[in-house]
C-alpha cells in the first residue's frame, strides 16, 4: 500500500545553507518537505535512526492526535 507522508527507506538530506539568506532551510529540506513529509533520516554508523516531521501543520496533528 502506498503512503502519501512517507517511504520506510531512510534519507540523507545535504544541510548545506542556501546563500541567499541564512534562515532560510537547506535546499534539500525544502524538498524533503514537498515530496516526503515525514522521513526517516540515516543515521551515523551504529546510531539509532530518527524520524523527522517536516512541516509545522503535520506536527501539530500528529501531536494532538489523541487517537
Known sequence: MSNTY???EPVTPS?????ACPFDPAPSLTALRAEQPI?????????PGIWVITGYDLV???????G
Open 39 to 47: 522521513a526517516r533520516l540515516a543515521p551515523p554508523e551504529g546510531a
Open 15 to 19: 544541510l548545506d545553507r542556501a546563500p
Open 60 to 66: 501539530r496533528r500528529i501531536l494532538w492526535d489523541r
Open 6 to 8: 512517507y517511504r520506510d
